[in-house]
């Protein structure tokens, strides 16, 4: 396919970026966090979003979605990274919706897919129990009893999980931790009783819950797909949010790539541009050469969604493994180049740095996507 935007997709990236820039520019989420807000994200910059359409993309048409694809969610996720919004949208639609659509049955799909796209549910994926990202090694457990199955354990680093009305919740039916055999997906109300949610705001100013599940009770048919079975719907909702996490990580690279260069061309030292510099201009064409390169392999991973390609999970691997890298490059280029008011929260490079440390810690830091990448490759 040829690694562009067609004209529809580039008018809601271009919709976006305007809609972004008026609304939630960086001094946004730093207001959210000076004021230590409760939510985490703006609830009627949510509500503008879910009016522009933006929570039904993904969605079939038959649960009054767009069907308009990964190509038009990335497009406007991409745009998310330059402003660094604070949404729901990734936890809500990337995570919850995905599983929903990939896994879930009709039942589940009519109650709460339309819930979505009207904004009227947040979901978020509970997945992690440790410091790194690692799906397999699941040890929260769901025993089977006379109603249905009963949830025990602890998890980490669940993203918008203190503000989500539901929870969908990587459990063991069976098998040891760090065997991908016996996981089961569990549809839980946040508010269950023996559900404790407890906030964590991240380097990055944004949210995260550590949550705890004391003798949860649930029905059978709160399990999505078959019981045992789950890692079959999580790895492709996984590698979902990988290659969305890296689309909007492109944006925040390319948008602290585009600020550093202007700052380049305006500040003077020994009476003429830095910019002019020669060490400064081949730091500077690295930068660029490796976004544009990395621009590619986001549209082809995006592109991989959409036409349901058998290479999806080698895309979202790289894709993820190499906007690691760049951002971190770009980011810590960014401040150096800035100088001593780099390191300044006054400045909102800052910003970046930190959305940085943190996103290229979800859903796999480099070493874990290149020994996957490795291993679907058959190494």
């Known amino acids: 396919m040829p690694l562009i935007f067609n004209e529809e997709q580039r008018l809601l990236k271009d919709t976006a970026k305007e809609f972004l820039n008026s609304n939630a520019p960086v001094e946004a989420l730093r207001k959210l966090r000076d004021e230590k807000d409760a939510t985490g994200y703006s609830t009627e910059l949510w509500r ?31 745009e998310s990274g330059h402003t660094l919004s604070a949404s729901p949208l990734f936890s809500t639609v990337v995570l919850g919706a995905s599983t929903l659509i990939l896994g879930g049955n009709e039942q589940q799909k009519q109650d709460n ?26 040890k929260l457990s769901a025993e089977q009893n006379n109603e249905g199955y009963i949830l025990n354990g602890k998890k980490t680093f669940v993203l918008d999980g203190h503000s989500a009305d539901k929870l969908i919740v990587v459990a063991r039916s069976s098998g040891e931790a760090g065997c991908t055999d016996g996981l089961s997906l569990m549809l839980v ?27 949860v009770q649930l029905s059978a048919d709160d399990v999505i797909g078959e ?63 490796e976004l544009q390169l990395s621009k590619s392999v986001i549209l082809d991973a995006l592109s991989a969604i959409d036409e ?14 190499r906007l690691n890298d760049v951002y971190q490059l770009v980011t810590n280029e960014a401040v150096q ?9 006054e400045l909102e490079i800052g910003f970046f740095l930190k959305r940085a440390r943190v996103s290229m810690q979800a859903f796999g830091d480099s070493g874990f996507h290149r020994d996957r990448y490795a291993t679907l490759c058959g190494y």
């Open 189 to 215: 109300d946040a508010n269950a009783t023996g559900i404790t949610r407890t906030r964590t705001i991240m380097a990055d100013s944004r949210n995260a819950a550590n949550i705890s599940f004391d003798n």
């Open 308 to 321: 349901q390609r058998a290479d999806t999970n080698q895309l979202a691997s790289l894709a993820k493994a």
């Open 337 to 345: 180049m800035h100088g001593g008011i780099g390191v300044t929260d």
């Open 227 to 289: 019981i045992g079975q789950g890692f079959s719907i999580l790895d492709p909702v996984l590698d979902r949010a990988r290659i969305a996490m890296a689309a909007e990580m492109l944006g925040g690279a390319q948008e602290c790539f585009d600020r550093t260069i202007e700052y380049l061309k305006e500040r003077e030292q020994f009476g003429v541009k830095i910019g002019s510099f020669q060490a400064l201009k081949h730091r500077a064409a690295i930068m660029y050469t």
């Open 48 to 78: 503008q979003m879910v009016e522009l359409g933006w929570a039904s993309i993904i969605l079939p048409e038959a649960y009054d979605g767009l069907d308009f694809g990964f190509m038009g969610l990335g497009a406007v996720i991409e």
């Open 113 to 138: 897919l339309p819930a979505i796209a009207a904004g009227e549910l947040a979901f978020a994926l509970a997945l992690e129990e440790g410091s790194h990202h690692d799906p397999a090694a699941v």
